[in-house]
C-alpha cells in the first residue's frame, strides 16, 4: 500500500512526501521581477508548512516578457544570488523547490502595445483575444535559448530542478496546438513537427544541465474545445518525453476559473472529476508511462487523495489555492488533522496588492 507521507524519488531528488505546491502566481516581485522579503516569507511558510516539493509562480525567461505584474523573472545571472538565499531557505526545511520557467505570450491583457509578443501564428488567444506576432526561426531560437539559460540559472542558483510550462496556452502549448498553430515550416503541422519546439528547448536545456538535473514538463491534458489540441495527442507528447528523458510530468488543464463548473462534462471520453479536475487523464497517461506523474486541480481531501493514491498510477498530488489559505496544510494533514481545506474556492486570491486568501487570512 503505498503513502502520502513516505520518501519517494523524482529524478534524482529525493522527497518526504507526495505533495507538491503548484506553481501560484503570488504577485509579490518588485516590478521587474526580483524577490521581495515578502516572498521569501510565503515560501518559507510553505516550508515549514511540510510541503514536500514546492513548484515556483512561473519565471519569465525573457526581461520583455511578463504577461502579468509581480511575476518572477530568471532572464539574466542578476536573479541567482536571490534565489540561492530562495532555495537555501526551503531547504532548511527539507523541502525541495523547482522553478517553472516559462514564455506565456498572448494569454495576457498586461502592457499590451509596449512590447512585442510572440506566437507560433496569426491567431488570437481565445480567452484575452490577443494577438501575437508569428514568430522567425531566429525568434524561435531566441526562445529557445533563453529557456535553456533559465535552466542553468536555476541550477546554479540551487532549485533542485526546474518545471518546463507547457501549459495554460502560454507559448509552447500553443506550439502543440493546431487550433494556435498555423505554421507550414518545421515547427506547424503534423504533431511531430508542432511538438518540435518542446522538444528543442529540453533537449538544449538537458546538454546544458547535465544528465542528473531534474527537468519535468507541465502539459495540458486536453484544450477542452473543438479543434484544439487533443487527450491523445497529449499522450503521444507524454510518451516521447519519456523517451528522451524528462523526468516527470504534471497534468492540468486549459480551464482556469471554469474547471469546477465543468465538473461531470467528459472531453476526449473522460470525465472532469470534482475531486481532482484532472484525474482521469492523469491516471491514462500514469499507465502510458514509466516517469511519474502529478496531477492537479480540485484537490482538497486527504481521504480521496489516498484513495486516488492506491487506485491508481499517480504519485504526486499538486495543490495551489488552498495553501493560500493554509500554508500549513499539509503538515496539519501529516499531523493527524484530516478536515477539509478552508479553501471554498472562490478565486477572489488574485488582489492588486498580492495574491492571497482574502475569506480566511485578511
Not at 481565445?126 to 508569428?134: D, F, M
Not at 501549459?167 to 518545421?186: C, G, M, V, W
Amino acid at each position: 500500500m503505498k503513502k502520502l507521507f513516505e520518501k519517494t524519488q523524482l529524478g534524482n531528488m529525493t522527497l518526504k512526501n507526495r505533495f507538491v505546491r503548484s506553481a501560484t502566481w503570488e504577485n509579490r516581485t518588485t516590478k521587474d521581477g526580483h524577490m521581495t522579503d515578502e516572498l521569501y516569507k510565503v515560501y518559507e511558510e510553505l516550508a515549514k508548512g511540510e510541503v514536500g516539493l514546492i513548484v515556483t509562480g512561473y519565471a519569465n525567461v525573457v526581461k520583455e516578457e511578463q504577461p502579468n505584474p509581480g511575476m518572477m523573472g530568471i532572464y539574466n545571472d542578476s536573479f541567482i544570488d536571490e534565489y540561492k538565499k530562495l532555495t537555501d531557505l526551503v531547504h532548511e526545511y527539507d523541502s525541495k523547490i523547482l522553478m517553472q520557467i516559462a514564455y506565456g505570450g498572448t494569454k495576457t491583457t498586461y502592457n499590451l502595445g509596449e512590447r512585442v509578443i510572440f506566437a507560433p501564428s496569426e491567431v488570437a488567444e481565445r480567452g484575452t483575444n490577443t494577438l501575437g506576432k508569428p514568430m522567425t526561426k531566429d525568434e524561435i531560437d531566441y526562445i529557445v535559448n533563453a529557456f535553456v539559460e533559465a535552466g542553468r540559472r536555476s541550477m546554479e542558483a540551487g532549485f533542485d530542478g526546474v518545471e518546463i510550462h507547457g501549459a495554460h496556452t502560454y507559448l509552447i502549448n500553443q506550439f502543440l496546438s493546431p487550433y494556435y498553430n498555423k505554421r507550414e515550416d518545421e515547427y506547424g503541422g503534423s504533431l511531430e513537427n508542432r511538438m518540435r519546439f518542446l522538444m528543442e528547448i529540453y533537449s538544449k536545456m538537458r546538454e546544458k544541465v547535465g544528465h542528473d538535473y531534474p527537468i519535468l514538463v507541465k502539459l495540458t491534458a486536453s484544450e477542452f474545445f473543438e479543434g484544439g489540441l487533443t487527450f491523445e495527442e497529449t499522450r503521444i507528447i507524454c510518451k516521447k518525453l519519456e523517451e528522451i528523458g524528462v523526468d516527470g510530468i504534471e497534468i492540468s488543464g486549459n480551464i482556469h476559473g471554469k474547471a469546477k463548473s465543468m465538473v461531470g462534462q467528459s472531453f476526449d471520453g473522460y470525465e472532469i472529476k470534482q475531486e481532482g479536475y484532472f484525474l482521469e487523464y492523469g491516471n491514462v497517461i500514469s499507465k502510458d508511462i514509466n516517469i511519474p506523474v502529478i496531477t492537479v486541480g480540485g484537490l482538497k481531501d486527504i481521504n480521496n487523495i489516498d484513495n486516488i493514491l492506491n487506485e491508481t498510477n499517480i504519485d504526486y498530488f499538486a495543490i495551489s489555492r488552498p495553501l493560500l489559505t493554509e500554508p500549513n496544510l499539509i503538515k496539519r494533514w501529516k499531523d493527524g488533522d484530516e478536515k477539509q481545506v478552508k479553501c471554498v474556492r472562490c478565486s477572489k486570491c488574485r488582489t492588486s496588492n498580492g495574491n492571497y486568501c482574502t475569506v480566511f487570512n485578511k
